[in-house]
């Protein structure tokens, strides 16, 4: 059997089987905004605010909110929602002990951006404390705290965790790139549109240099196959370059990417929380 036959046609499935969408329809985010008059409100951190936006557009299918304390342990101690499907690391959210104490089960926060407007709805299911040495040895294997993921799991102050559902009544506005700032579903749908059933994404963080342009070229080209690069913005670690070059950068690629339909490159940006896992789309 033949390489292109064995890998078949037509788009996988999403992440976890579905493609989550937590943005609610306008009449509902009317209600909310309404109702979140009486809610306890939490102002999102930068970080926080990327999860978020990855939450409420799909980008952590199959999460359909920030982790409750189930998938938190499993995933701490497998790799793995409650529901068995593979996850790498916890998306939480991380709030300090003044703020957990005024929580119960069953309550309704406000998530608001920095400027006080809210963007989302969070149905409480549970609040714990964290062990964060435990968390971080779990996760990455180490406690040492030259590792940077480390570092910021011991580094933050915020112990509690709060889990439970997303009603997501807007996302945090974005003023550049705004063309490129697609939702999985909607890059799903450039797809459809042009017939893609096979696709070679190249994700980075950096610039794209040469040979990843020939490692993304090369592999499209052994499977017939489109190509999507998928640069991430957002959250940075220090050395990163910013993603104004990113985009500088793939504009270049794009350029020089030779003039064959089955190679058509597509850019989509996606805007970083957790650094380690990316937008399954």
């Known amino acids: 059997m033949s390489s292109h036959s064995a890998l078949g046609r037509g788009l996988i499935a999403p992440h976890g089987g579905t493609l989550v969408n937590l943005l609610v329809d306008e009449d509902r985010a009317d209600q909310l905004r309404e109702e979140s008059r009486h809610w306890t409100s939490w102002p999102l951190t930068p970080r926080q605010l990327c999860d978020l936006e990855l939450l409420a557009t799909g980008g952590f299918s ?35 002990d003044t703020f957990a104490r005024t929580v119960k089960d069953g309550s309704t926060i406000a998530l608001r951006d920095p400027e006080g407007v809210l963007v989302a709805a969070l149905h409480v299911v549970d609040v714990w ?17 030259a590792h940077p993921g480390v570092a910021a799991i011991l580094g933050n102050e915020a112990r509690w965790i709060i889990g439970g559902r997303i009603d997501a009544v807007r996302l945090p506005l974005h003023y550049d790139f705004q063309a490129l700032r697609l ?14 059933t096979r696709v070679v994404a190249f994700q980075t963080r950096n610039v794209m240099h040469r040979a990843h342009r020939e490692l993304t070229l090369r592999a499209a080209e052994s499977i017939d196959a489109h190509v999507l690069i998928h640069p991430v913005v957002g959250m940075t670690k220090p050395g990163d370059t910013d993603h104004y070059t990113h985009l500088a950068d793939q504009g270049f690629i794009q350029i020089d990417t030779p ?15 957790n650094a380690a896992f990316e937008s399954p789309m």
């Open 183 to 196: 939702t999985p579903a909607a890059v799903r749908g450039v797809f459809n549109r042009h017939g893609c």
């Open 259 to 273: 003039a064959h339909d089955s190679l058509q490159p597509w850019v989509a940006v996606q805007r970083q929380g």
């Open 129 to 145: 404390k964290a062990d964060r040495r435990a968390e971080a040895a779990e996760v990455f294997g180490t406690t040492d705290r």
């Open 62 to 96: 199959p999460l359909n909110g920030f982790m409750t304390r189930g998938d938190y342990d499993s995933v701490c101690g497998s790799m793995r929602l409650a529901d068995g499907t593979l996850w790498p690391m916890p998306i939480t959210l991380d709030v300090p």
